[in-house]
Nanobody, 113 residues
Framework: QVQLVESGGGLVQAGGSLRLSCAAS????????MGWYRQHPGKQRELVAR???????NYADSVKGRFTISRDNAKNTVYLQMNSLNPEDTAVYYC???????WGQGTQVTVSS
């Protein structure tokens, strides 16, 4: 049974930081490209950051220079370090394992102005 469990969301003031974690089980984590997506109310889910199994990364333009995706294959975990947060980053953030299209349950990030 595949599980992706996100944690680390919460309420933060503008300019602050949060680190999201996504712990995976039931998959051979090291061979999966992993991604973080977010969904604003009433909008489609969008890619925030992606990391390949070899560690190559790409980011949405809106988060470049502020967010960093990383992975620890020994812990089957992918992270999203989010710095310089602004209210437009408020959304539900989801972890995705590309091969097989697995999703976590999401974690709410709220940035107050």
């Amino acid at each position: 049974q595949v599980q992706l469990v996100e944690s680390g969301g919460g309420l933060v003031q503008a300019g602050g930081s949060l680190r999201l974690s996504c712990a995976a089980s039931g998959i051979i984590f090291s061979i999966y490209a992993m991604g973080w997506y977010r969904q604003h109310p009433g909008k489609q889910r969008e890619l925030v950051a992606r990391i390949t199994m070899r560690g190559s990364t790409n980011y949405a333009d809106s988060v470049k220079g502020r967010f960093t995706i990383s992975r620890d294959n020994a812990k089957n975990t992918v992270y999203l370090q989010m710095n310089s947060l602004n209210p437009e980053d408020t959304a539900v953030y989801y972890c995705n394992a590309e091969l097989g299209g697995y999703w976590g349950q999401g974690t709410q990030v709220t940035v107050s102005s």
